[in-house]
């Protein structure tokens, strides 16, 4: 296992005033500029960053949203020039912060219409912060393919029509020679043919914005975005800050799964993706492929493998995966015996660039439909749960050939092309594939949160210890608590007869992650277990030398998530898009056996009646109007965001 980058001098006092030194605000924490880019005129400039939205919003995915909400115009086609690539990195990315690696990329996906923020990890934001950049936003389109080349203060938008229709792995590999090793955020052919759920990858290994980030990126003929910096980041208390950073790193090496976590990687350390050593889709046949691990800057686990089949006629093959989830997953699906054929589907999906889930959730489709005969084969050609048709159907999306062209337009266009009604073969909340079945484990809040997240069914923001099975309901009051919730609060979601409210605990999940998405904190549970909402002030005030206490800081959490939201109830989005998936009130057919929608600790059936109780306790948690689930005139009051109240009001929704 290595580190990406030399730890070395991450500390270094450099001073980082916007503009070349020309103004007087000292930063810490923050490098204190914004990037601009416009591709249609080639304008490129640096602006301060504003001290006053970084305490209000923190950075990252906070002041993303800030700008989203001046720069996206309601009802602005995704695809269109003027729909802006927002990319954020938090005050604590650049620092030794433990797994501060988190990138923020805003716009406006064009699989589900909504204002979305998609996150990555890797380098990108360490480079970016390095290089003098909090944000950077790129608008207009070019006319023909570019790149966007950053290298400290240098910034240069170059032609790439030589890399066009190259896969990721390649262009990028191609700018590295050019270049030399830097960070990259890149598309393959499935973004450069605007398939609806393309994706972009950051450093080659990280997935970013699986609901078409990557066509946003294709309409506007950008092919990659490379940043190196060389500088560094200026903390306010580097004593306390490090006597911070220590104490996370003591107490990660004292964690008794942390040797588990840095052999199996991090998603299967907690034991919900061990597939056990043996058999065809164990830990032994994925460590032949498995040559190496990688982590990000300062992440004290890692979970970046890079797999290489050394045998056979696909021998030579290079790929990466964050998960050997990912390989077994493809191999299930498609029953694929030959494990290097099962890493080839995760290599292809990964060169172009295509949304895992989402063509995981096509193909199951597909099959469904052709087996209860809704489609048939002069439709579709001759399909099976097999790896032949995997290939193919990857194939014809990406490059849009045949059925391929309507696939690549997504479920809803699926839909209304073929008459087919996508909630009998889809779950999907506001046209965005669910990832979290509660018939399988429960309605836990990673299942409740694909509802109500404003981008769609999404489950990351609802983190909590239902990610794993047989959680005591304990550890749900220490965590609601970790993530600073109030003690009536505590008192509320505790008071359940589910053991907790599943509605009410992922108003605090919510606020949590856009806490740490806006500080540049990795999520993933083996990371931010180590965290609470106290620990965070203090990395937050000893980094940016902006005191706050955990109070204020999970209320900027909040104005953050709230933000969010309305920034998508501007786009029409409101409690009717929130409504589960009808597929969760049916019996789930799986194993010789008939599995039923139950609370978390699978107490009893859940109603849609529940569900619906479930939301009206979510918004009411939430202080939002339960008729409308978006924020009222008096919470935004409350936040402090007058001038969404004042557009709001300007525009009919208050
Ligand atoms: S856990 Fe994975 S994604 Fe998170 S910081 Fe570590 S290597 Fe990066």
């Not at 910096?229 to 006597?243: E, L, S, T």
């Not at 097999?386 to 809803?412: C, P, Q, S």
């Not at 266009?413 to 087919?420: D, H, K, R």
Request: charged letters at 25%; one cysteine or more; a neutral charge.
């Amino acid at each position: 296992m290595h580190s990406m980058l030399d730890m070395r001098g991450l500390l270094c006092l450099r001073r980082t005033d916007a503009d070349g030194g020309a103004m007087t605000t000292n930063y810490f924490g923050y490098a204190g500029k914004i990037l601009f880019i416009n591709l249609s005129t080639g304008e490129i400039r640096k602006d301060p960053l504003d001290l006053a939205d970084a305490r209000k919003f923190l950075g990252g995915l906070g002041i993303n949203n800030r700008l989203a909400y001046d720069l996206i115009k309601p009802g602005l086609d995704p695809l269109s020039p003027g729909n802006p690539v927002i990319i954020g990195a938090g005050p604590l990315i650049g620092t030794m912060v433990p797994g501060a690696s988190r990138t923020i990329a805003t716009s406006k996906f064009p699989l589900s219409g909504a204002v979305s923020a998609g996150s990555g990890s890797m380098t990108f934001g360490f480079n970016m912060k390095r290089a003098g950049y909090d944000h950077i936003v790129i608008t207009g389109a070019s006319e023909k393919p570019v790149y966007v080349y950053i290298d400290d203060d240098s910034v240069q938008v170059l032609d790439a029509s030589g890399l066009w229709g190259r896969d990721n792995y390649d262009a990028v590999d191609q700018l590295w020679k050019r270049h030399g090793r830097c960070s990259s955020i890149s598309i393959g052919q499935a973004g450069e043919n605007l398939v609806k759920f393309s994706l972009a990858l950051v450093d080659k290994m990280a997935t970013i914005g699986r609901a078409g980030f990557g066509a946003v990126m294709g309409a506007k003929k950008l092919k990659a975005v490379l940043v190196r910096g060389n500088g560094g980041i200026k903390v306010a208390d580097p004593k306390g800050f490090m006597h911070e950073v220590n104490t996370l790193f003591h107490r990660a090496k004292s964690y008794k799964l942390h040797s588990a976590a840095v052999a199996y990687g991090i998603l299967n350390a907690g034991g919900s993706f061990m597939l056990g050593d043996e058999g065809p889709y164990g830990l032994n046949i994925y460590n032949k492929v498995k040559k190496d691990r990688i982590a990000c800057p300062s992440c004290f686990i890692a979970d970046k493998d890079v797999l290489v089949v050394s045998e056979g006629e696909l021998g030579g093959m290079k790929t990466y995966t964050h998960s050997f989830g990912m390989v077994a997953t493809a191999a299930m699906k498609g029953t694929i015996t030959d494990y290097a054929k099962a890493t080839r589907i995760v290599n292809m999906l990964n060169r172009y660039g295509l949304g895992h889930q989402e063509f995981d959730s096509m193909f199951e489709l597909i099959l469904e439909a052709s087996e209860t005969k809704v489609l048939r084969e002069d439709q579709i050609g001759a399909v099976g749960r097999n790896y032949e048709t995997m290939h193919d159907l990857i194939e014809k999306i990406v490059f849009r050939r045949g059925i391929g062209d309507v696939l690549a337009e997504g479920w809803m266009a699926t839909a209304s092309e073929f008459g087919l009604d996508t909630n009998r073969f889809s779950s999907h909340v506001k046209g965005l594939g669910t990832q979290f079945d509660p018939r399988e484990r429960g309605l836990g809040t990673m299942e409740f949160e694909q509802l109500v997240n404003p981008r769609g069914g999404h489950h990351q923001s609802g983190g909590s210890p239902s990610y794993n099975q047989g959680a005591p309901v304990e550890m749900f009051e220490r965590h609601v608590d970790r993530m600073g919730a109030p003690p009536d609060a505590v008192r509320r979601i505790m008071d359940s007869p589910f053991g907790f409210n599943v509605g009410r605990f992922t108003r605090y999940s919510e606020d949590w992650f856009a806490v740490f998405d806006s500080l540049g904190i990795c999520i993933r549970s083996q990371n931010n277990r180590f965290y609470s909402a106290d620990v965070c002030a203090r990395l937050f005030s000893t980094a940016t030398g902006i005191p706050v206490d955990k109070e204020a800081l999970m209320e900027a959490g909040e104005r953050v998530w709230n933000l969010y939201r309305a920034l998508n109830w501007r786009e029409g989005f409101t409690r009717k898009d929130d409504t589960p998936p009808p597929k969760w009130f049916e019996p789930l057919k799986a194993a010789g056996s008939e599995f039923e929608m139950k609370d978390y600790f699978q107490t009893r059936k859940l109603t849609r009646e529940d569900l619906e109780q479930l939301l009206n306790d979510y918004y009411d948690e939430r202080g939002w109007d339960p008729a409308t689930g978006c924020p009222t005139r008096e919470k935004l009051t409350a936040l402090g965001l007058d001038n969404i109240v004042k557009d709001f009001e300007a525009r009919g929704l208050l």
